[in-house]
C-alpha cells in the first residue's frame, strides 16, 4: 500500500505560481512513477504530468507544456508539481497518483493505469 498526501493548492490570480507537493508514506522502498491530474467540475479527470521512477523522464499535457513541471525527491518521498503562468482554465481540483507497474515508462496517462490516489487538493486561478 502506498499513501499519497497531496498539500500546496489555493486560490491564486492569472498568472501566478503554485507548487503542489504530494508526500508518499508505506511502500515507498518499492519503485514507482508518478503522476497529476486534475478534475475541474463536471469533467473528467485529466492527465497533467508524470515522472518516472528515476526522475530522467517527465511528460505534460499540451495543455500545461511549458508552464508546469514536476519533479521528485526521492529520499523525502516527494513529488512536487510547480505551476506557473496559471490561467483560470487550471482550475481543479489537483490529484497525484502511484504507478507501480510501469515505473520506467515515460507516457502513461490513463486514470486505470495508477494504483493509488491522494485525496486531491483544489487549486483556484481567478481572472
Known amino acids: 500500500q502506498v499513501q499519497l498526501v497531496e498539500s500546496g493548492g489555493g486560490l491564486v490570480q492569472a498568472g501566478g505560481s503554485l507548487r503542489l507537493s504530494c508526500a508518499a508514506s508505506?511502500?515507498?522502498?518499492?519503485?514507482?512513477?508518478m503522476g497529476w491530474f486534475r478534475q475541474a467540475p463536471g469533467k473528467e479527470r485529466a492527465f497533467v504530468a508524470r515522472?518516472?521512477?528515476?526522475?530522467?523522464?517527465?511528460y505534460y499535457a499540451d495543455s500545461v507544456k511549458g508552464r508546469f513541471t514536476i519533479s521528485r525527491d526521492n529520499a523525502k518521498n516527494t513529488v512536487y508539481l510547480q505551476m506557473n503562468s496559471l490561467k483560470p482554465e487550471d482550475t481543479a481540483v489537483y490529484y497525484c497518483a502511484a504507478d507501480t507497474k510501469n515505473f520506467r515508462t515515460q507516457v502513461v496517462v490513463t486514470t486505470t493505469s495508477y494504483d493509488y490516489w491522494g485525496q486531491g487538493t483544489q487549486v483556484t486561478v481567478s481572472s
Open positions: 508505506g511502500r515507498t522502498f518499492s519503485p514507482y512513477a
Open positions: 515522472i518516472t521512477w528515476s526522475g530522467g523522464s517527465t
